[in-house]
Every structure is written in C-alpha cells, then in structure tokens.
C-alpha cells in the first residue's frame, strides 16, 4: 500500500513537470474535448480513430478526417461530433454520426444525457465519456472510459512519424493516466475514515500542490452520494433519481441526494422534501454536519427552523460526535443561513469516524424525519 502510495506521488510530480498538464488547468473539460476533436482531425490517425470509435457505427464505415464537416466542436451543445461514411459512398451520402458528450471533472446527469439524446437523428450514437461510471446509463448512450483513451492515445504516439507530435502526445497519456488514478483514489470504501478533506491528509495536501484537490474532493462527495442514495432506497424512502434537480412541487415526501462544489469545499446534499415547498435535510460540507431546515419560498424558514429546535424535534446532533463545538454559537444566535431559505446547525465530523458510520448517521437522521414528519408539518403549519 505504502509503495502505491508513493507510486502515486511520482506521478504527480511527473505531471507537475509536463506542459500539457499546465495547459490544461485553464478549462479542463473543454481542453480535453480540443484536443481529443484535434487528433481526430489528423489524417495520420484517421486508421485508428476508425478503430477506436467503430464499433459505435455500423459495419463499413470509416472515418476520413480530410471530409468537410468530419470534425465539429461544441456543436449544439455536443462536445465533439464526428460523422462517418460508408466505404465507396459518394459525398453526403449514407453517413453516420457519433456524439461524444465528454465529462471529466463534472458528472454525467441523467436528465442531460436524456435531453441530448431525444434530439439526435437515427443514423447517429451517443457516447459518453467519463472518469466516473454511471450506475444506470440511459439505453441511448455507449461508454468510453479514460483508460480506452489513454490506450487510443498511445497508440497514435506509436504510429506517428513525428518526434514532436510523439512528445505530446505521450505527455497528455501522462494526464490521462494520473487522472485515472486520481479517480481510483476518489472512490469510498467503508473502512475509510472521514479524514480526505483535512489538510493533514496527504493525498489531498499533494493534490493541491498541483491545483487538483478540487478534481478529487468532487469526485469523493459525489462517491458519498452514491453511497447514500443506495442505502437510502435499501431503507425503503422514496428517492429522487440521483443528483436530479430538486422538485418542490412534489405531494409525495421525496428524498434528493445532490454533491457538488461551493467555495473550493466539496458538498453533500440530502434534502427530505416532506411537504410541497419545504425539506428538512442533511448537509456535509468539508467536516461540517449540518442538520438544515429549507422553505423554499423563503417566507417562514426562520420561524419554522425555531418552532422545530424549541420542540426538540430537529437539531439534535448523534452521540458519535461527542462533545464536539456547535455552530453558530447558541449563546450569539440560533442558526446559520445561507440567504432567507436554508438554516442550519452544525458539527464537525470526527477524523476517526469511518465512512459507513457517517452513512449511517445519514440514514439514522431521514428516518427521524420520516418518524416525525406529521408533527413537525403540524410545528410548521401553526400560524399560518
């Protein structure tokens, strides 16, 4: 483990030497979509993008980059799309389109990939390329995963006649590569402590250095996320489709599980919508567990967050914290805010406390609510 370990950090200080790595920081997805879309521009891979994207289109087709239109980028919102033809077929005629929707650093959604994929003609394939897998990929889409590109990447290194053009090519492999890795390393295992978004973890202190803390703090929430909605949905709630926008229109209590970043700090979201316009919720933002009231009118958070503290029926925190600080101070104010909407409470997670334990705590607190839910509507309706 510990050779791994440092296997890993000599891949960093590789990448930390490589141009392409720094060219990159500026807009990862679309750097990737560049220069993917221009490697496939190069008639001296036309062979092997053929064989590397082929199988997505019927057999006999093949790709020739010196056709008009073979290439674009970003066209209606399609990160990079290339047409095919068929071998003998005269111009314009009996083409095929593959639609690669590329995500790096954000997530694949279900409801965008649904989006793109109504809009597609029907001699065309949706690829999606991602470093994080999807538990459900929409019927309409196939995978690509890093690693193939890494290894199509190579492959291009070898074939070219180029010593120049062999350098770079080798030096983005080398990118690829380390952000493989870097996901391996996102992902959550139940024995892990909570301890990655602390600056004394090591992984997270060398990620930093080289500016991709955030690419691994994203990728390890939206790994909890998963973790939660699965064990949420094993206990019986009903559950929005992961990550999806939240609906507070809703007359069924729902569950939503969202992750993202916000001011460099990676987050996890559960909110609990119990009636229309109204959630009582879980946010873990860094080591913070909040225990958060949200009225989405924004008319009654205050009054409703109160009514449910005076009544001890919300903003209780669980024994495994020990006697950790509130936040905010009880004896300056009640609550922290963000905006006229959501309050909350808070603690700090312990480092000692493992994963599946703060998972647990998660499910422990939707079931309070679930239990509770008609008397706290009743607290919250007073008054009205």
């Given at each position: 483990?510990?050779?791994?370990?440092?296997?890993?950090?000599?891949?960093?200080?590789?990448l930390?030497?490589?141009?392409?790595?720094?060219?990159?920081?500026?807009?990862?997805?679309?750097?990737?979509?560049?220069?993917?879309?221009?490697?496939?521009?190069?008639?001296?891979?036309?062979?092997?993008?053929?064989?590397?994207?082929?199988?997505?289109?019927?057999?006999?087709?093949?790709?020739?980059p010196?056709?008009?239109?073979?290439?674009?980028?970003?066209?209606?919102?399609?990160?990079?799309?290339?047409?095919?033809?068929?071998?003998?077929?005269?111009?314009?005629?009996?083409?095929?389109?593959v639609?690669?929707?590329?995500?790096?650093?954000?997530?694949?959604?279900?409801d965008?990939?649904?989006?793109?994929?109504?809009k597609?003609?029907?001699?065309?394939?949706?690829?999606?390329?991602?470093?994080?897998?999807?538990?459900?990929?929409?019927?309409?889409?196939?995978?690509?995963?890093?690693g193939?590109?890494?290894?199509?990447?190579?492959?291009?290194?070898?074939?070219?006649?180029?010593?120049?053009?062999?350098?770079?090519?080798?030096?983005y492999?080398?990118?690829?590569?380390?952000?493989?890795?870097?996901?391996?390393?996102?992902?959550?295992?139940?024995?892990?402590?909570?301890?990655?978004?602390?600056?004394?973890?090591?992984?997270?202190?060398?990620?930093?250095?080289?500016?991709?803390?955030d690419?691994?703090?994203?990728?390890?929430?939206?790994?909890?996320?998963?973790?939660?909605?699965?064990?949420?949905?094993?206990?019986?709630?009903?559950?929005?489709?992961?990550?999806?926008?939240?609906?507070?229109?809703?007359?069924?209590?729902?569950?939503?599980?969202?992750?993202?970043?916000?001011?460099?700090?990676?987050?996890?979201?559960?909110?609990?919508?119990?009636?229309?316009?109204?959630?009582?919720?879980?946010?873990?933002?860094?080591?913070?567990y909040?225990?958060?009231?949200?009225d989405?009118?924004?008319?009654?958070?205050?009054?409703?967050?109160?009514?449910?503290?005076?009544?001890?029926?919300?903003?209780q925190?669980?024994?495994?914290?020990?006697?950790?600080?509130?936040?905010?101070?009880?004896?300056?104010?009640?609550?922290?805010?963000?905006?006229?909407?959501?309050?909350?409470?808070?603690?700090?997670?312990?480092?000692?406390?493992?994963?599946?334990?703060?998972?647990?705590?998660?499910?422990?607190?939707?079931?309070?609510?679930?239990?509770?839910?008609?008397?706290?509507?009743?607290?919250?309706?007073?008054?009205?």
């Open positions: 483990m510990l050779e791994a370990k440092e296997e890993f950090f000599d891949l960093l200080k590789r930390g030497a490589s141009p392409v790595f720094h060219f990159s920081l500026g807009s990862k997805e679309l750097f990737h979509s560049n220069f993917l879309a221009w490697i496939f521009e190069q008639p001296e891979w036309a062979a092997s993008t053929t064989a590397f994207l082929g199988h997505f289109v019927p057999e006999g087709y093949v790709f020739d010196r056709r008009k239109d073979s290439v674009f980028r970003e066209k209606q919102n399609i990160d990079v799309w290339l047409t095919f033809q068929a071998e003998g077929a005269s111009a314009d005629e009996q083409l095929w389109h639609w690669i929707e590329n995500k790096v650093k954000s997530l694949p959604r279900r965008q990939l649904e989006t793109y994929a109504a597609k003609p029907e001699n065309a394939t949706c690829v999606l390329l991602s470093l994080s897998e999807m538990d459900e990929v929409p019927s309409q889409w196939r995978t690509l995963s890093f193939d590109v890494q290894s199509f990447i190579e492959t291009c290194a070898q074939e070219t006649t180029s010593e120049y053009l062999r350098n770079i090519l080798q030096d492999a080398l990118l690829v590569n380390a952000l493989v890795e870097i996901e391996k390393r996102s992902e959550i295992h139940d024995s892990q402590f909570f301890d990655f978004c602390l600056a004394s973890n090591p992984i997270l202190r060398a990620l930093d250095e080289y500016r991709l803390d690419f691994y703090l994203k990728k390890k929430y939206a790994g909890m996320a998963k973790v939660v909605w699965h064990a949420a949905e094993v206990a019986g709630f009903k559950m929005a489709p992961n990550r999806s926008k939240i609906d507070w229109e809703l007359d069924v209590p729902t569950v939503f599980v969202n992750s993202g970043m916000t001011r460099a700090t990676g987050f996890l979201d559960i909110k609990y919508v119990i009636q229309p316009q109204l959630s009582i919720g879980i946010q873990i933002q860094g080591n913070q909040r225990l958060v009231v949200e989405n009118t924004g008319d009654n958070t205050e009054r409703y967050a109160r009514a449910l503290l005076d009544a001890q029926q919300w903003f925190f669980p024994a495994e914290f020990g006697e950790g600080k509130l936040y905010p101070n009880p004896k300056r104010k009640k609550f922290n805010r963000f905006g006229a909407v959501f309050l909350y409470q808070s603690k700090k997670i312990p480092e000692t406390l493992a994963w599946k334990e703060v998972v647990r705590i998660c499910i422990r607190d939707l079931k309070k609510i679930q239990e509770r839910r008609e008397a706290m509507l009743q607290l919250t309706s007073a008054g009205r």
